[in-house]
């Protein structure tokens, strides 16, 4: 068997959603991953990488279209162009399903659960108001070689020129095109843009670890969990407008925390959820925030300095736990990790904590799959899950899982 080769076309049938934002169909046995498709279409597609084992293709013609196939609003949004959205030919329902689909893999596949499990937990992704354009409230511009500002091919350096992006925050698109695309930047490496809950709306040239504010206030306001924030610009915080309230009220619901009782915010940044936690624990109880990043840490500080219950430690979560700057017992433990997840050691110094319950905030289905098998491994099961879809048009999900000693 002749394996395919670069830049090669060919008919393929489409199969079953993958993560990544790929659909999976085979050639002569070999797998390829498909962008661009839905499953069951008959497509025309291009290989665009060739690998061990694999291949990945874009769907450059759509020979038999599937029900749930629509144009995408995005003239950028097409093979060989932006990369930032891979779902745009998919109608807003169906983009929900395939999501769940992924999750529900993923944890069958890494998490070692079964569909019976899966299907107890109700897996599901829940759509956040506002629509699936129009949400995105940081918008990171990439620069090119003749300074011209855009949005980065899908895994690739090269910088596609655009006008607008669709699902960039209203008040970024508005920004005059001179402000950002349509500006010269021979000095920076990207354009950072934020449009803030709070009305704030800023935009920096970043370049070699430093940064030059070019409009807009250098710190910005946000909204979220009944308080006002100030954060810098560079700060982490969640892109869609609707997120932050939406997490917190799903890691309220979940981990249930009561009055006097004992609560860790790892991977806690500028202490979003140890400001709910503290709410409900009350002045007889005790908030800890761990987290790495400095101006994380800062903001933590300042914005949660009217709430003596909360503790601010500057360490990584895995340090913290390992050199018992934070100690047992506790009773509630929010982990928020980065997208590789939390990994073997860190739930397994959690769980010797003693908590009564993990609530595991998500932004990758595979890590977080991968945690649950390791805190199934200790004794633990996941009882309860939601899905949200806090970014429309892209592969992405967030994930709120519930896991208590089983």
């Known amino acids: 068997m002749s394996g395919l080769e670069e830049a090669e076309r060919v008919e393929l049938t489409v199969a079953a959603v993958a993560p990544g934002g790929h659909c999976v169909a085979r050639v002569d046995g070999q797998v390829v991953f498909v962008r661009h498709a839905l499953p069951g279409e008959r497509v025309l597609a291009e290989v665009t990488e060739v690998h061990r084992g694999f291949v990945r293709a874009d769907a450059v013609r759509v020979l038999e279209a599937a029900p749930d196939r629509v144009t995408p609003p995005c003239p950028y949004a097409r093979p060989g162009r932006c990369g930032g959205c891979d779902l745009q030919h998919v109608a807003p329902d169906a983009q929900l399903s395939w999501k769940a689909a992924v999750v529900r893999e993923q944890l069958v596949r890494l998490g070692g659960l079964t569909e019976a499990d899966c299907d107890a937990l109700g897996v599901r992704v829940t759509a956040l108001p506002g629509g699936p354009l129009g949400w995105r409230s940081r918008v990171r511009y990439a620069v090119d070689a003749a300074g011209r500002a855009g949005l980065l091919k899908h895994r690739s350096h090269e910088v596609v020129p655009v006008d607008r992006c669709l699902i960039a925050h209203p008040a970024i698109q508005e920004l005059p095109v001179l402000a950002v695309t349509g500006a010269n930047w021979p000095d920076a490496e990207a ?21 030059r504010r070019v409009s807009g206030p250098e710190r910005v306001r946000e909204r ?3 308080r006002e924030w100030v954060l810098p610009t560079s700060s982490f915080w ?13 890691v309220l619901e979940l981990a249930d925390p009561r009055p006097g009782e004992r609560a860790w915010d790892l991977y806690g940044g500028a202490g979003l959820f140890a400001a709910a936690l503290a709410g409900r624990v009350g002045g007889t109880g005790r908030v800890t925030v761990v987290e790495a990043a400095g101006d994380g840490v800062a903001a933590a500080r300042e914005n949660l300095r009217d709430l003596p219950a909360v503790e601010v430690v500057a360490a990584r979560v895995e340090t913290a736990l390992a050199r018992r700057r934070i100690t ?5 433990v929010v982990l928020d990790p980065p997208r590789t997840g939390a990994g073997k050691r860190v739930v397994r110094d959690v769980v010797a904590a003693g908590p009564r319950a993990v609530t595991y905030v998500a932004c990758d289905p595979a890590a977080f799959a991968r945690d649950v098998r390791v805190f199934a491994e200790l004794g633990w099961r996941l009882v309860a899950l939601r899905g949200y879809d806090m970014f429309p048009m892209t592969r992405h999900v967030e994930l709120v899982g519930l896991l208590t000693p089983a």
């Not at 047992?328 to 509630?332: E, F, I, K, L, Q």
């Open 191 to 211: 354009v950072e843009t934020v449009a803030s809950t709070g009305g704030d709306v800023a935009v920096t040239a970043v370049a070699a670890g430093s940064s």
């Open 224 to 226: 979220a969990a009944g």
């Open 328 to 332: 047992g017992p506790v009773d509630v």
């Open 238 to 250: 969640q892109v869609h407008p609707a997120a932050a309230d939406t997490l917190v009220d799903a």
